[in-house]
Every structure is written in structure tokens, then in C-alpha cells.
């Protein structure tokens, strides 16, 4: 399988910390590091990110491959091009809707539906009865 570089997560509780890891794609983000490529710190102003560019670059040429926010970090460090976050959605599109001939269906009108009314103080009809 090709190596992944990922943000693997070693701040604690509401303290994000995150080291930048070469991972086989597989492997499960606690699990087994191959190498360890630098550190990236969001909360601290300004967020600082610090990675190897040799260690970098020489993985990239065997075949890793970048997860999304790996890759707009080195676009923003300038070891990559530049990702165009513009065109990037933040949120995943609203699944479709039914096909249009479900929604199209007309409702039963309601004058059909409801029983026709009974004149005032007739009360309700006689029932039939059987002799």
C-alpha cells in the first residue's frame, strides 16, 4: 500500500496538538508511524506548523500521498503549489431528493375524502334494519 502523510493528534483535551506522520494507508491514526515529519500547532497565534522539507520532498517522490488539510498546510508552507481553498466546498452537498414524479403526485382533494354534511337538526341518518 502507498504511505499516507496524516495529522496525528498527541494534544490533550481541548488542546489540539498534532505531529505530521508518514502511516501506511491502513494503518489506524494511533497505530504504527514509519516516520515522524515535523509538528503543527493551530491554536497558538500564528499557528505554527513546522515540517522537514528534505524528509518531505523525499517521500512524496516514493509515492505518499497527502491527506486534504497535509495538503493545503505544505501549499501554505510552499513546499507544494498552493491550494485554491476557494473552490473547495466546506460541507458536503445535501443528499438528492426523491425523483421529481414521487414529489409531483397530486394530494386527493379533501372535498372528496370528507363526507358530505348533514342538513342541521336532522341529526344523524335512520339506520336500515332488516324485518
Given at each position: 500500500m502507498a504511505p499516507k502523510i496524516k495529522l496525528?493528534?498527541?494534544?490533550t483535551k481541548n488542546q489540539p496538538k498534532y505531529r505530521v506522520v508518514i502511516q501506511e494507508t491502513r494503518e489506524k491514526l494511533g497505530g504504527k508511524v514509519v516516520d515522524i515529519l515535523g509538528?503543527?500547532?493551530p491554536r497558538q497565534e500564528p499557528s505554527l506548523f513546522e515540517v522537514s522539507q528534505e524528509k518531505v520532498q523525499d517521500w512524496l517522490k516514493k509515492?505518499?500521498?497527502?491527506?486534504?488539510?497535509v495538503r493545503i498546510l505544505l501549499g501554505k508552507a510552499g513546499i507544494m503549489p498552493p491550494v485554491d481553498l476557494s473552490a473547495r466546498t466546506k460541507?458536503?452537498?445535501k443528499k438528492e431528493e426523491k425523483p421529481a414524479e414521487a414529489a409531483a403526485a397530486p394530494a386527493a382533494p379533501l372535498a372528496e375524502a370528507a363526507p358530505a354534511p348533514t342538513p342541521s337538526g336532522a341529526g344523524p341518518a335512520p339506520a336500515e334494519t332488516k324485518a
Amino acid at each position: 500500500m502507498a504511505p499516507k502523510i496524516k495529522l496525528q493528534r498527541v494534544g490533550t483535551k481541548n488542546q489540539p496538538k498534532y505531529r505530521v506522520v508518514i502511516q501506511e494507508t491502513r494503518e489506524k491514526l494511533g497505530g504504527k508511524v514509519v516516520d515522524i515529519l515535523g509538528i503543527y500547532h493551530p491554536r497558538q497565534e500564528p499557528s505554527l506548523f513546522e515540517v522537514s522539507q528534505e524528509k518531505v520532498q523525499d517521500w512524496l517522490k516514493k509515492g505518499a500521498q497527502p491527506t486534504d488539510k497535509v495538503r493545503i498546510l505544505l501549499g501554505k508552507a510552499g513546499i507544494m503549489p498552493p491550494v485554491d481553498l476557494s473552490a473547495r466546498t466546506k460541507r458536503k452537498p445535501k443528499k438528492e431528493e426523491k425523483p421529481a414524479e414521487a414529489a409531483a403526485a397530486p394530494a386527493a382533494p379533501l372535498a372528496e375524502a370528507a363526507p358530505a354534511p348533514t342538513p342541521s337538526g336532522a341529526g344523524p341518518a335512520p339506520a336500515e334494519t332488516k324485518a
